[in-house]
Structures are given as structure tokens and as C-alpha cells.
């Protein structure tokens, strides 16, 4: 009922050219223009969700992401994230309704999916590549453990066990919820972010001990794959810039000093390496960052970086705290569960 009604009050904003007004009321008070940045992740074709074994709050499918760009295309000013960046060093004035497009994590369906989309609309967009994933056949952990766990589901003495042999407590009411199937999307999100808190060497041993469980499965690597150095280098000729999102994806603010200057100064040094241009711009993996990491990003030569925490900005945000919108497919709908460019049109204008 909540969703219904965020949806038909989004149609009444749009149709009635209230979101026009809010928004050119808001900047004219504030004496400043909003700009959004997007957050994608996945890009994928529907047909292939069944093997996709990434959160649903990352995915989008082609089809929606081809509507999302078409509106973006007739109703924004697109720019680079470097653009909005070097504009808001030097205090410019930035276009009203200007939005950035970023991914985060450098899936190879960004070459596959994303950026065809992008170049049909001639849209810029920026890339975060995790530098240690590049060009190999790694998982994630988090795809790792929910492919392992849904092999499992059906076993929860087997999945209990395997948590409690690398002394994970607390996880038998979000196991138990797994294997009955109802509202599996939230309980793996739980799940994840439960683990995001806990240790990276027992993380590494519960996948260790869930792949012996369930016989070493092969993991669909095809559907779940990372970019190719080769196809970052076609996308660099073509208007996509790329960023840092570490070596290997840790969550900087749990990193030991080594390793948190490891994961800011080999990204960065490999990126401009491989690229031959300036890699200045980063993404927190998790949206994890402490005032310490912000001042050795400063320090490594990086000039902005990218949170999770939503909202807009301005030319005069901090730079290094720049706010994002997260785009997934199961966020704009409406009440036939299609996209719904109302719903996109209100939040990337600040509402709803």
C-alpha cells in the first residue's frame, strides 16, 4: 500500500510540473544548483537473473536502464564526475538539473549491457574498478556466500554448522528465514551486512567450509564476471572515465595502516599504469571511510571520493563526502511492477 501511494503521488508531482517547481524554487533559495550522482552496480538482461548472484539492490536490468538513460538524456545535463569535480574546485556555476552517472566495481555488464546504452544516448559516465578483480576470474565474497548459501538452503543443519565451526553466532534466525523462502531478497541483504562486521579471515573460512559442504559447486562464473583491461581500454576511448574503488575491495575503515595505504595507493598507481591518465576520483567500497582515510586519500593524490549516503550536492559540498542515489531494478516501480519514470523523476529531484 505504501509503494501504491509513493507512486501515485509521484504522478501527481510529475503531471502537474510540480517537481519542475520544487526544483527551480530550491535552487533559486538556496542560491545554489543540486546535482545528483547515480550509483549503478549490475546491468544485466532479465533473461539472466537466475544466475546473477549479486543483491537485487544492485542489479538493474537492460531494458529499465535503457528507459533510465533515455530519461536522464531529454530531461538533464549530463556530466562527468571529473567536469563536476574541477567545476566545483573553481566554485563555476553548474547547470541546473545536472546528473553524474558512476558504477561501482567494474562488473564486465558494463561493457556487455551498460555501455552500448550509454553510447546510444552519447551519455559520459565514471567506472570505480576494484584494480585486484580486473582481468581475473575472482568473487566477491558476497556473491561467493549467497551462491553457496542458496545451494544450501535446504540444509540448515549443514549451514548452522558451517557458521558455528568459524565461530559465527547470531545467524541461525537469518539462516532459518533462507530456507523458507518467503522475503529472501531482505534476509540476503541481512545476511550480508551482518558479515560486513565480522572478521575478513572468518568470512574467508565460512566460504571455505560452505563450498566443502555443498561439494565444491562450480560458481557461474560467465554471468558474474569482472572487466578486461582490454575492455576498460575500449570504454576509456568512448567517454567513460574511471576511478579507484581499492585493490581488493576491503572496507577501509576495519583495514590495518598497510593495508589501507595498500588499497589507495596500488589502485591508483595500477589505474594510471594501465590507462596512462590520472586516476583522481574515488569510491569507498561499502560507503566505509573515516576522517583518517579521507586524509590519505588527500595525501595519495585523490581529489574526491564518492559515500553510499543518499541525497544531492552542490559546488560547494565536501568533496570527499560527495552523496549518491543507489538505482536498482525493484526501486522505481509502479503498481504493475514496471519502471516508473515518475517515481525516478521525484527522487532524483530530491523527493520521495
Not at 548472484?53 to 533510465?68: A, G, M, N, P
Not at 563450498?211 to 576509456?236: C, D, I, Y
Not at 579507484?244 to 595507493?265: P, Q, W
Request: hydrophobic share 40%; charged share 20%.
Amino acid at each position: 500500500m505504501k509503494q501504491t501511494l509513493k507512486y501515485w503521488w509521484a504522478c501527481l508531482l510529475c503531471h502537474s510540473r510540480l517537481v519542475e517547481l520544487f526544483i527551480w524554487l530550491r535552487d533559486i533559495l538556496s542560491g545554489n544548483q543540486h546535482t545528483v550522482i547515480l550509483m549503478f552496480h549490475r546491468v544485466v538482461p532479465r533473461a539472466s537473473q537466475d544466475r546473477i548472484y549479486s543483491l537485487s539492490e544492485i542489479v538493474v536490468y537492460q531494458d529499465t536502464f535503457d528507459s533510465q538513460m533515455l530519461f536522464l538524456s531529454e530531461n538533464y545535463h549530463l556530466m562527468s564526475l571529473n567536469d563536476f569535480v574541477n567545476a566545483s574546485k573553481k566554485r563555476q556555476k553548474i547547470p541546473s538539473k545536472t546528473a553524474v552517472i558512476t558504477f561501482d566495481d567494474g562488473w564486465e555488464d558494463n561493457y556487455l549491457y551498460a555501455f552500448p546504452v550509454l553510447k546510444k544516448y552519447k551519455l559520459p559516465a565514471t567506472i570505480f574498478l576494484t584494480t585486484g578483480f580486473i582481468g581475473t576470474d575472482r568473487a566477491y565474497w558476497q556473491e561467493n556466500i549467497l551462491f553457496l548459501t542458496e545451494r544450501l538452503s535446504s540444509s540448515q543443519d549443514i549451514l548452522k554448522n558451517c557458521f558455528c565451526l568459524n565461530n559465527l553466532s547470531g545467524f541461525d534466525t537469518l539462516i532459518e528465514g533462507l530456507a523458507s523462502g518467503t522475503n529472501i531478497n531482505a534476509l540476503r541483504l541481512a545476511l550480508i551486512s551482518r558479515l560486513t562486521q565480522v572478521d575478513e579471515g572468518a568470512v574467508t573460512g565460512l566460504i571455505d567450509s560452505l563450498k566443502a559442504a555443498a561439494g565444491n559447486p562450480e560458481f557461474p562464473s560467465r554471468e558474474n564476471a569482472h572487466l578486461t583491461w582490454q575492455q576498460v581500454s575500449e570504454m576509456k576511448n568512448a567517454a567513460i572515465n574511471f576511478g579507484s574503488h581499492g585493490v581488493n575491495h576491503r572496507l577501509l575503515d576495519m583495514c590495518a595502516e598497510g593495508l589501507l595505504r595498500e588499497e589507495l595507493r596500488l589502485s591508483k598507481q595500477m589505474l594510471e599504469d594501465k590507462l596512462e591518465r590520472p586516476a583522481v576520483n574515488f569510491a569507498y567500497p561499502n560507503g566505509n571511510y573515516t576522517e583518517h582515510v579521507i586524509g590519505l586519500l588527500s595525501e595519495c593524490g585523490y581529489v574526491s571520493g564518492v559515500t553510499v549516503k543518499e541525497g544531492l550536492n552542490t559546488s560547494a559540498s565536501d568533496l570527499y563526502r560527495l552523496k549518491r542515489i543507489n538505482i536498482c531494478e525493484g526501486r522505481f516501480l509502479n503498481p504493475r511492477g514496471q519502471f516508473s519514470v515518475e517515481r525516478f523523476a521525484t527522487r532524483l529531484a530530491g523527493l520521495l
